[in-house]
Each structure stands twice: as structure tokens, then as C-alpha cells.
């Protein structure tokens, strides 16, 4: 049997295996075993570039000293408590959010396990501040394009048709608008009550989009006016993926509450909500809570991976990379221009072949993804140098030069002589 034959009937196991234990969701590109820096390797020893990160989770990379220290140290000391207790890991990492997002003494931090399960729980600190104000009826609102989860109250936030319609009926009170300043504004010149209007400050699975210009401070006015919260889902932009620790704090305004997770433990599950002011007043004992939500293994982590983040100064490289990368990008074949901030970064095409080029970047060994049929989506570890941008560049550039010629092929084939 030749390599090929064996490397074949391997892929063919694990595929079957898959298929057979796994529910049917999808995605199973790749039987990835191991990983350093901003490298990966599957079972056949195929190398990939990452520039995916788990999905803006790996900012350090795959297996980052530091990770590995703070998981192995935390975990041979004590792991998990219950929430009747406090640890120290926790307690540590609830004061590092706070002063990184500028609270002030006023911030209160809850602590949970993913991205969904924060939104979740500003989904109630949204209910619990409508019935403060007596507004039992008040909507919460959030843009079309979103992405807030996949559980129903955060599904219920994420208007997109392919997700929701299997699920109805969703979580009801809930409004969508589109992310446009008139909307934003007739939103709160309507008659409806709202109790908070909840917006990620960049759309990372819309393809990275961005805001309208002023679209932050005029809907922190609006909310200010109408009594409303304004919650920042900062899931993806959070943790200093924008080269600022939060992306709000590049537009100058104050929210009542950021959700945060994805980068925020480096691929240990953690996630969080930190609340601003009289937000922090909301919750009380009995309202919420989380078994495995502020464990001291994950706080750890978190609190390792933030100190890290500080003494090598990674933000400065987060957006020195980031500017770097997208000046490459511009001009290659088949790029219409890049959008985003720091390492988050959507590469929008020419063309709606941005599966095409994910593929063809997958098999030239270079991970990427394809949010949308015409964008290109990457964010790569924080730790990223010369060696890595050359190694994107040149591959990235070789799998759109493959996709452009294969096209402009078919199109002379199908051009009769
Ligand atoms: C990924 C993501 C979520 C969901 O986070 P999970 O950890 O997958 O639950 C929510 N909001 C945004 C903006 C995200 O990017």
C-alpha cells in the first residue's frame, strides 16, 4: 500500500467516526493533533499556518508557555469549587476587568463559560433593569447582521433566518434594527419602550464590518435619553483583538455592560460580563449563577494569559501586525479591500468565492474562514511576527492567484472562438 493509500484509509476512519458519534453539525475539515505558535498539525503531519486562532480565541498561539504554566500550575492546586466559595484567581481576575475596562469602583464582573452564556446574562440584566424602571414591556433591540449565540435568548438576538426558523418560537420582546444611524435613530423615536439596545462594535461573522462612523456615541446618547442600556458584545472584539483591550474604548464612549470570551483565557472556556454605574446594581442573590462560571482554573488562565498581554506589550504588536497584514492584502488578486481593526480583519473579494479560497488556502496549508460568500475572515495570535506575515503573505497571495486563474480559465473555455 502506498503512503497515499494509508493516509487516505485514515482520513476515511476518522471521517466515519465522526459522521457515526458525532451529532451532524458540520465542519470537520481537518483531524488537527497538535500545535505551537501559530502552527497546527494533523494526524497525516500536515502543517497548517493558523491565522484562524480557534476563531479569534488562540490570542498566544497553540500551547504558549505561559498557558500551559497557569493551566498545569492552577489545575494541581485547585480547580473547582462551587460558587458558594470565592478563590483567589477569581477575585484577581474580576479586579484586572475592571481596571482594564475603566470601570471604576462602581463595575461589577459575573464570570460564566462562553460567549453565549454572557449574552444570556445581559439578556437578564436587560429584563431586570425593565422591571427597575417599571417598563416590564420593554424591548431589547439588536442589529440585523448580528451574531450573539446559539442558545434561544441569545438566538432570539441573532436575526438570521437560517438560525432561528428551526427554533420558534424564540425568546419573545426582542426587536431587530438595521445598523444604520436612521434606524438606530427611529428606533427611539417610536412609541415602543426599549430596555436596551445590545451591538457587537465590530459584526466579526457579518465578515468584520464595522459600525457606521459615530454610530457608538449617538447610540450611547439615545439609550442615555430613553433610559436604556447599552451592552457591548465584545465577545470577538474584546481582550485586545483590536489592538485596544476593548473596542469601545477607541470610540470614547462609556457602556453599561461588555460581554466578553473568545480570546479572553487564549482556548481555555471563559467567559464574562462586566457591568458599568448603576448596572451594577441589577443582580442580586438568587437572580443568577453558573456551576462552573469563575472557576479557579479558568480565572487563572485569564489572569495569565491579561499579564502576559501587558509585559510583552502585545497590544502594540496586535495593531502594528494588523496594519501590516492589510497593506499586504491590498492589491492581491481578487481583493476588493479590508475592513476591521488590530487582528481582527475581513478581507472582502471581488467575487463571492470566499469559500473557493478558503479551500484553496486549506490545501496550500493556511487556515482561514469564510464568514460570508464574498469575505475572508482572519484573526491570528497577538504573538505574530515577521516570519508568520511572510508566510500568510506569500500563501495567501499563491491560493488567490490559483482562484483568479481557474475563473478567468473557466471564463475563456465558456467564451466561444
Ligand atoms: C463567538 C461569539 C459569540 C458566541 O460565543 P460562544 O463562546 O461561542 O458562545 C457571541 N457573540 C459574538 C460577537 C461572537 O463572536
Given at each position: 500500500m502506498s503512503a497515499h493509500q494509508t493516509t487516505d484509509a485514515a482520513t476515511a476512519a476518522w471521517q466515519d467516526a465522526a459522521a457515526r458519534?458525532?451529532?451532524?453539525?458540520?465542519?470537520?475539515l481537518a483531524l488537527l493533533t497538535r500545535g505551537e505558535g501559530s502552527h497546527v498539525w494533523d494526524a497525516d503531519g500536515t502543517r497548517y499556518l493558523d491565522f484562524l486562532g480557534g476563531i479569534a480565541v488562540n490570542s498566544l498561539g497553540h500551547a504558549h508557555p505561559v498557558f500551559v504554566e497557569a493551566v498545569s500550575r492552577q489545575a494541581a492546586t485547585l480547580a473547582h469549587v462551587s460558587n458558594y466559595f470565592a478563590t483567589p484567581q477569581q477575585l484577581e481576575l474580576a479586579a484586572r476587568l475592571k481596571e482594564l475596562a475603566g470601570t471604576g469602583e462602581r463595575g461589577r464582573v459575573f464570570l460564566a463559560n462562553s460567549g453565549t452564556e454572557a449574552n444570556e446574562t445581559a439578556i437578564k440584566l436587560a429584563r431586570l433593569h425593565a422591571a427597575k424602571t417599571g417598563r416590564q414591556d420593554a424591548v431589547i433591540a439588536s442589529l440585523h447582521?448580528?451574531?450573539?449565540?446559539?442558545s434561544t435568548g441569545a438566538l432570539a438576538l441573532t436575526p438570521k433566518a437560517a438560525y432561528q426558523d428551526p427554533f420558534?418560537?424564540?425568546?419573545?420582546?426582542v426587536t431587530h434594527i438595521e445598523p444604520t444611524l436612521e434606524a438606530l435613530e427611529e428606533l427611539f423615536a417610536g412609541g415602543e419602550q426599549v430596555a436596551a439596545l445590545v451591538v457587537e462594535p465590530i459584526q466579526g461573522e457579518a465578515g468584520v464590518l464595522p459600525l457606521p462612523e459615530g454610530y457608538l456615541r449617538r447610540a450611547r446618547e439615545l439609550t442615555t435619553a430613553h433610559g436604556a442600556l447599552l451592552i457591548l458584545?465584545?465577545?470577538?472584539?474584546?481582550?485586545?483583538?483590536?489592538?485596544?483591550?476593548?473596542?469601545?474604548q477607541a470610540e470614547g464612549v462609556a457602556p453599561d455592560a461588555i460581554t466578553l470570551a473568545k480570546g479572553i483565557a487564549a482556548g481555555f472556556p471563559l467567559g464574562a460580563v462586566v457591568t458599568f454605574g448603576d448596572a451594577s446594581d441589577l443582580f442580586y442573590p438568587g437572580t443568577h449563577n453558573s456551576t462552573?462560571?469563575?472557576?479557579p482554573l479558568a480565572s487563572a488562565v485569564a489572569n495569565a494569559v491579561i499579564q502576559e498581554i501587558q509585559d510583552r506589550d502585545l497590544l502594540a504588536n496586535v495593531t502594528a501586525r494588523g496594519a501590516q497584514l492589510r497593506a499586504a492584502v491590498?492589491?492581491?488578486?481578487?481583493?476588493?479591500g479590508t475592513r476591521g481593526s488590530g487582528l481582527l480583519i475581513g478581507i472582502a473579494l471581488t467575487a463571492p468565492v470566499a469559500a473557493e479560497v478558503r479551500a484553496t488556502a486549506h490545501a496550500r496549508g493556511l487556515i482561514v474562514n469564510a464568514p460570508t460568500d464574498d469575505a475572508i475572515r482572519i484573526a491570528p495570535a497577538y504573538t505574530i511576527g515577521d516570519a508568520e506575515v511572510a508566510e500568510f503573505t506569500s500563501t495567501f497571495a499563491a491560493a488567490l492567484e490559483e482562484v483568479a486563474s481557474r475563473h478567468a480559465a473557466a471564463t475563456t473555455e465558456g467564451n466561444p472562438a
Open positions: 458519534d458525532l451529532m451532524s453539525l458540520g465542519g470537520r447582521g448580528a451574531f450573539h449565540g446559539r420558534r418560537p424564540l425568546l419573545p420582546g458584545d465584545e465577545v470577538q472584539t474584546g481582550m485586545g483583538r483590536t489592538g485596544h483591550w476593548f473596542a469601545f462552573f462560571g469563575g472557576n491590498e492589491g492581491m488578486p481578487l481583493v476588493a
